[in-house]
């Protein structure tokens, strides 16, 4: 789901809530049923609101979550096994070495994989 469609139901749920708080019956002409929520009200209704706004919390919550993620990967360091030289992802297109087009390699375990590399 999208981060607009997780406000938009936050704020929604949280409306449903005060709505529950201000007026605590509500009719419904088309089931010609009341719901009396006036014993509950606060529980039903403070729940709904806290609710509602963690739906709003989390969107913004995982929006810096994946905004960190792209800055960490931006961040994180590639190294070419021929050249030998690191470079950041981030200024690497599809991953090969701007220098030599090598397929670049993550930086842990690079030289595990490459002991011969060690004493150049
Ligand atoms: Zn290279």
Redesign the pocket.
């Known amino acids: 789901m999208r981060r607009i469609s997780y406000i938009i139901l936050g704020v929604l749920i949280g409306l449903f809530g005060l709505g529950i708080l201000i007026n605590p019956i509500i009719y419904h002409t088309g089931l010609r049923y009341q719901f009396d929520f006036t014993d509950v009200r606060w529980p039903f209704g403070g729940g709904l609101i806290i609710l509602g706004a963690f739906f709003i919390w989390s969107s913004f919550r995982k929006k810096a979550i994946e905004t960190e993620k792209t800055s960490r990967d931006e961040k994180k360091v590639l190294m070419?096994p021929?050249?030998i030289?690191p470079f950041y992802k981030k200024d690497c297109e599809d991953l090969k070495?701007p220098?030599?087009q090598?397929p670049l390699e993550e930086l842990s375990g690079f030289y595990e994989r490459h002991p011969e590399l060690k004493n150049r």
């Open positions: 070419c021929k050249c030289k070495c220098d030599c090598a």
